[in-house]
C-alpha cells in the first residue's frame, strides 16, 4: 500500500491514476477475439472455454434440465437471501418507472414521451474466482421490470463444464431467457456478432476485468450498445474522527478482494484514524481466504492524510470513484459537495457490501473515473425513450410562422413548405 501526507495539489493527477494494461496490447487481443468468434462460432467459443478457463464444454448453451437442477443444489438460506435482495431491488427500480405526461407547448400543440424496452440484452456475469450471482439480480432484475422481451446471459464454466448453481437459480427467479457457458471478451464478442447459439443483442451490460471493459467498447464498431465502461472494482472512503476503522479496513477489503486489479484508496484528516486503520486492514487481510488478491490490489491503493474534509471531497471529485464512503457523523451535509460518484454511502454503518447485494440500489456502476460522465444501471438503461406530438390544426396555425421563417433563414425550402402546403388548405377553407 501507498502513504500519502498532505499531497500537494498538482501531485494528485498520478495519485488518482488507476493500474491498467497497455491499451495496445489490449486491442490486439480483443480484435483477435472477435475475428475467431466472428470466424468459428461456437466452436471459438469451446476452445476459449479450454484454454481461458480450462474447462471442457460440449454445448454452449445451457439446458432447462441444468437450470431445473440447479433449484436443488442451492443452499435454503441462500434461496431466501436472494429472494429478499430481489424483493428489494426490485421496489427500488421500479420506483423509476415514469408516468407519462402531455405538455402542450402551444396551443393545440401536444409533446410527450414514451419509454419503449430494448427488446434484445445481454448480461455479462463474472465466474472465475467469484461467481457473482448478485449481479444477475442487478441486470435482469430491472430488464424484466423494463419488459425486455430476451435476456441473454452468459457466464463463464468451471472447471467441470458447469455454471454455478447459484446463478442458474437467480436467473431462473429473475426472468432470463437464455444462458450460455462462456466468459470473459469472448462472451462479449458472442453476444456482438452472435452464433450459432448465442443471439446478436442490441446491448450488453455486466462487468468485468479490463478484457471485458476493452471488449465492450469494441463491441460499440458493430453498433451494439452498453451499458457502460465498468472494469475492474473500486472504492474511495472519506472518514472523519468519528470513523470505525475496522469498518473502514472492511470495506477497503471487501473490493480488494475482487481482483488483484481492483484498486482502494482511503483519506482522512485524523492521523490516528489513519494509523489504525492500515494497522487493522493487515490484520484483517492476513485473515481472508482470498488474500492474495485483495494483497496484490493493496499494492497499487493509497492511504492519504489530508487537511480538511472538503480537501478530501474536492480530491473524491477528481478520482471518480465507483463507490464512495462518508465513513462519518452527519455525512448527509457534506452530500452537496459530491459531484462525481458511482454510488455514495453514509455513516459508519452504510457498508459498501449493502449495495452490493441487497439494500435494492444497483451495483453495476462506472469505475476508472468514469462516474465523471456515466450513471450506475437503472431502469432507464433498458429503455429508449420515444418523442410524440400531435398538432391540431390550430396548432400548426399558432406554429406554422415560427417554422417558416426558420426553415427559410436555414435555406431548407421542403422543410418551409411542408408548412406552407398545409396553413394554404386550411386558408382555402375559410
Known amino acids: 500500500m501507498k502513504i500519502n501526507k498532505y499531497p500537494k495539489k498538482e501531485t494528485w493527477p498520478v495519485l488518482v491514476k488507476r493500474p491498467v494494461l497497455k491499451r495496445e496490447t489490449l486491442t490486439e487481443t480483443i480484435i483477435e477475439i472477435f475475428d475467431e468468434v466472428s470466424k468459428n462460432g461456437d466452436r471459438a467459443l469451446i476452445e476459449f472455454n479450454k484454454r481461458f478457463d480450462n474447462a471442457e464444454v460440449e454445448n454452449i448453451k445451457v439446458s432447462q434440465e441444468e437450470t431445473d437442477a440447479a ?16 424483493e428489494n431491488i ?5 420506483s423509476q418507472i415514469p408516468q407519462t405526461e402531455k405538455i402542450e407547448t402551444v396551443k393545440g400543440v401536444v409533446c410527450w414521451r414514451e419509454n419503449r424496452a430494448i427488446g434484445k440484452v445481454g448480461i455479462y456475469i463474472p465466474g472465475g474466482t467469484a461467481p457473482l450471482f448478485s449481479t444477475v439480480l442487478m441486470l435482469a432484475v430491472p430488464a424484466q421490470l423494463a419488459g425486455c422481451k430476451e435476456i441473454v446471459l452468459c457466464t463463464p464454466p468451471n472447471e467441470n463444464g458447469n455454471i454455478n448453481p447459484a446463478i442458474l437459480y437467480a436467473a431462473k427467479l429473475c426472468g432470463v431467457t437464455e444462458i450460455f457457458k462462456t466468459g470473459g471478451a469472448q462472451a462479449v464478442a458472442a453476444m456482438t456478432l452472435g452464433t450459432e447459439s448465442v443471439p446478436a443483442v442490441y446491448k450488453i451490460f455486466g462487468p468485468g476485468n479490463q ?18 465502461p465498468a ?5 474511495l472512503i472519506i472518514a472523519g474522527e468519528k470513523a470505525v476503522p475496522v469498518f473502514c479496513a472492511a470495506d477497503l477489503l471487501s473490493q480488494a478482494e475482487h481482483g488483484s486489479d481492483s484498486q482502494v484508496v482511503f483519506l482522512t484528516t485524523d492521523e490516528k484514524i489513519l494509523e489504525e486503520t492500515i494497522r487493522e486492514t493487515e490484520i484483517q487481510l492476513a485473515a481472508l481466504p482470498r488474500n492474495e488478491f485483495a494483497g496484490e490490489a493493496l499494492k497499487n491503493s493509497h492511504f492519504i492524510l489530508m487537511e480538511t474534509l472538503e480537501e478530501s471531497l474536492e480530491f473524491s471529485n477528481l478520482y471518480a470513484p465507483e463507490h464512495l464512503i462518508l465513513a462519518m457523523e452527519n455525512a448527509e451535509q457534506y452530500i452537496s459537495g459530491i459531484e462525481n460518484a458511482g454510488s455514495v454511502f453514509l455513516g459508519n454503518y452504510s457498508c459498501e457490501s ?13 469505475t476508472n473515473g468514469f462516474a465523471k460522465n456515466y450513471s450506475g444501471v437503472s431502469l432507464d438503461s433498458f429503455v429508449k425513450k420515444i418523442t410524440f406530438q400531435n398538432l391540431s390544426e390550430e396548432g400548426l396555425k399558432n406554429l406554422g410562422k415560427t417554422i417558416e421563417i426558420m426553415a427559410e433563414a436555414e435555406g431548407l425550402s421542403a ?4 408548412v406552407s402546403i398545409r396553413l394554404k388548405k386550411q386558408n382555402e377553407r375559410i
Open 90 to 94: 426490485a421496489k427500488f427500480h421500479a
Open 211 to 228: 478484457y471485458v471493459m476493452a471488449a465492450k467498447e469494441y463491441a460499440q464498431n458493430y453498433r451494439v450498445a452498453i451499458d457502460m
Open 354 to 366: 449493502a449495495g452490493d447485494y441487497a439494500s435494492g440500489t444497483n451495483h453495476t456502476l462506472p
Open 415 to 418: 422543410h418551409k413548405n411542408a
Open 71 to 86: 433449484d436443488k443444489l442451492v443452499d435454503r438460506d441462500l434461496k431466501s437471501a436472494i429472494q429478499q435482495a430481489k
Open 231 to 235: 472494469g475492474p472494482s473500486e472504492v
